[in-house]
């Protein structure tokens, strides 16, 4: 499956974005789908997870009540909904896919090409 994130920009603190990861081949319910971000200079991380079969999601503590990880199955789409912004989360973000539930990138596959969002104090 090829994944191609979008919806990345420029906000305030204290914003809103949606991004989205739109998917070409079938994701099967066996699939994990998910978000990383790598800001400059730093390591990708993991931000959230869901299991595209049971919509079951898994996410970071620093996200955790303020972003959003959803998926609609009819549109092949990923989305991550993000509210309350902080200059913190800038970063280019990434989808990817997986089988194995790992909030470090080495069983992730299928990355997308990263869509950069910028949080403006």
Do not use: H
Request: with cysteine; charged share 15%; hydrophobic share 35%.
């Amino acid at each position: 499956v090829q994944l191609q994130a979008s919806g990345g920009g420029l906000v305030q603190a204290g914003g809103s974005l949606r991004l989205s990861c739109a998917a070409s081949g079938r994701i099967f319910s066996s699939y994990i789908m998910g978000w990383f971000r790598q800001a400059p200079g730093k390591e990708r991380e993991f931000v959230a997870a869901i299991r595209w079969g049971t919509g079951i999601t898994y996410y970071a503590d620093s996200v955790k009540g303020r972003f959003t990880i959803s998926r609609d199955k009819a549109k092949n789409t990923l989305y991550l909904q993000m509210n309350s912004l902080k200059p913190e989360d800038t970063a280019v973000y990434y989808c990817a896919a997986t089988t194995i539930l790992d909030t470090t990138t080495m069983s992730w596959r299928n990355w997308g090409q990263g869509t950069l969002v910028t949080v403006s104090s």
